[in-house]
């Protein structure tokens, strides 16, 4: 198995890939966390999308039919669609605008999941929830991310020094996050094994029979 940290959005992402598959894998996992788009979706929730999309709804992809019914068997909520946007949407009230069209909302999924298509290789997107629809985020997430997708702490203390009105918000979302990261690494463990311990052609076909 092997773990590639992209950064956040889609230029940190697209970045990463060459080395994400300089190695062809049997599978690639899409993980992360996300912001929910709608009130069922509370922090720590793990959700394995059917597909994902940018926000026109001109670009749509599908995660693998096989790993998405892995997903689900390991305890995921599998969501019709995960929107994939250019910018971090920050207010409750874009996040209930957005509800209309998707489950939760990302800045990479759609960008890994587009170059494992390139290359053939199966894949499913699985993100946590780290901060709930009705939730505002306490800092302007955009102005905080350095060239690579990492978050400068530089800039996150210079956001809170000017307003630091702010700070009681930031932790609620730290611990939300840390609940969700949570939650995922659980998951995450437990679907890898059901990978590991039986392939998925073989699950493919256990799943027939079963039906049959």
């Not at 587009?114 to 629809?133: C, E, N």
């Not at 020094?161 to 996050?177: E, F, H, M």
């Amino acid at each position: 198995m092997r773990v590639i940290l992209t950064g956040a959005g889609r230029f940190a992402s697209q970045r990463a890939m060459d080395q994400a598959f300089s190695e062809m894998p049997d599978a690639c996992i899409v993980s992360g966390l996300a912001g929910a788009l709608k009130a069922d979706y509370l922090p720590g929730r793990v959700l394995a999308a059917k597909t994902v999309a940018n926000l026109p709804g001109t670009r749509i992809l599908r995660s693998d039919s096989e790993l998405l019914s892995r997903a689900a068997t390991s305890g995921a909520k599998v969501a019709d669609r995960i929107l994939v946007s250019d910018r971090v949407i920050a207010t409750a009230a874009e996040k209930k605008q957005l509800g209309t069209s998707g489950d939760a909302v990302d800045l990479e999924s759609l960008w890994v999941l587009a170059a494992a298509a390139q290359r053939s290789v199966r894949a499913v997107v699985i993100r946590a929830i780290s901060d709930s629809a009705d939730a505002g985020l306490p800092l302007d997430f955009d102005r905080i991310f350095d060239k690579r997708g990492k978050v400068s702490l530089v800039k996150v203390i210079g956001q809170l020094a000017r307003k630091p009105q702010r700070i009681g918000g930031l932790l609620r979302l730290a611990n939300d996050s840390e609940r969700a990261a949570g939650a995922l690494a659980t998951f995450l463990d437990a679907y890898i094994e059901s990978l590991s311990s039986q392939p998925l052609d073989e699950f493919a076909k256990a799943e027939s029979l079963a039906v049959n």
